[in-house]
């Protein structure tokens, strides 16, 4: 079951400047809001070079501002309302193409999704435009070679890649950091079923004690806070997307019963899921 409308690459063919079957490459010229959140199948880059505005992901708002790029994975949720003076280029890529390229993330994409919106210096900037604006070139071209597109594509997740390292490589106790990568990881797959902490320790073969503790130097929460913010996450979901019952809702993540998940969410959000779903 989807929970918010689901777009597919191909519904964006219309206003694209340049594609193919994998790949498309489109423009953000002015005012541009979506109100409705939705969430697609396909990965999608968006760089900005004069922007203003918000784009809210997975119920989160991120100011947006020049020389950034916004990095959507497959399922994530936005909405965004773009001011008057935006300019910004969409590279879409499915699903299918992008798992090809990937693994030049090469962190995590746990990571990503939690730090969506990356600052670019200038040199950074021209370098990510230059990558956007080849590949535009090479889909217009009527002997567009594929191979040329992917290996450009890899270029600028590698670029992304070295941004996120220099912000890794200036915080303390960087071990902690692929641990709590893969946490967040396991935590995607498994909190409607596994709220407890000892579950993930294991999961990642070190104590319970040491697991707390990385995640309060690191992160500033507990993992049992990281848990929780997956499960209110998700349940703000299914309130705002599905007709499912607070109660469905509830045995849907794991709750014993509705009341408690009930005070759950209002304790994490101040307001109970029936306000929420009204809101």
């Known amino acids: 079951m989807e929970l918010f409308p689901t777009i597919d690459i191909q519904e964006f063919r219309k206003d694209q400047l340049a594609g193919n079957q994998g790949y498309l490459y489109s423009e953000l010229r002015g005012e541009h809001h979506i109100a409705r959140p939705h969430q697609h199948h396909f990965f999608l880059l968006v760089l900005f070079d004069q922007a203003e505005g918000v784009h809210t992901i997975d119920f989160k708002d991120y100011h947006i501002d020049r020389h950034q790029i916004h990095i959507l994975f497959p399922k994530q949720v936005h909405s965004w309302k773009l001011g008057a003076n935006t300019t910004g280029f969409q590279l ?18 746990a990571y990503y999704q939690r730090n969506p919106v990356i600052s670019l210096s200038n040199e950074t900037f021209a370098l990510l435009y230059y990558e956007f604006n080849a590949i535009r070139k090479e889909l217009e071209d009527h002997n567009c070679v594929p191979a040329i597109i992917y290996s450009r594509t890899a270029v600028i997740a590698s670029i992304l890649r070295k941004e996120v390292q220099k912000v890794v490589q200036n915080e303390q106790n960087n071990e902690s950091n692929p641990r709590l990568l893969k946490l967040q990881e396991l935590i995607d797959i498994h909190f409607r079923h596994e709220k407890s902490v000892s579950f993930y320790a294991k999961e990642l073969n070190i104590s319970t004690p040491h697991l707390t503790k990385i995640c309060r130097q690191k992160l500033e929460v507990s993992p049992s806070q990281l848990i929780q913010q997956r499960t209110i996450l998700e349940a703000k979901r299914l309130l705002k997307a599905t007709d499912l019952s607070i109660k469905e809702i509830s045995f849907k993540l794991g709750f014993v019963d509705s009341p408690y998940f009930s005070n759950f969410f209002k304790q994490h959000t101040g307001l109970n899921p029936k306000q929420f779903r009204t809101d």
Not at 92 to 109: A, H, L, T
Request: aromatic content about 34%; proline content about 6%; hydrophobic content about 40%.
């Open 92 to 109: 879409m890529v499915d699903r299918e193409y992008f798992e090809k390229f990937s693994p030049n993330f090469r962190f995590s994409f």
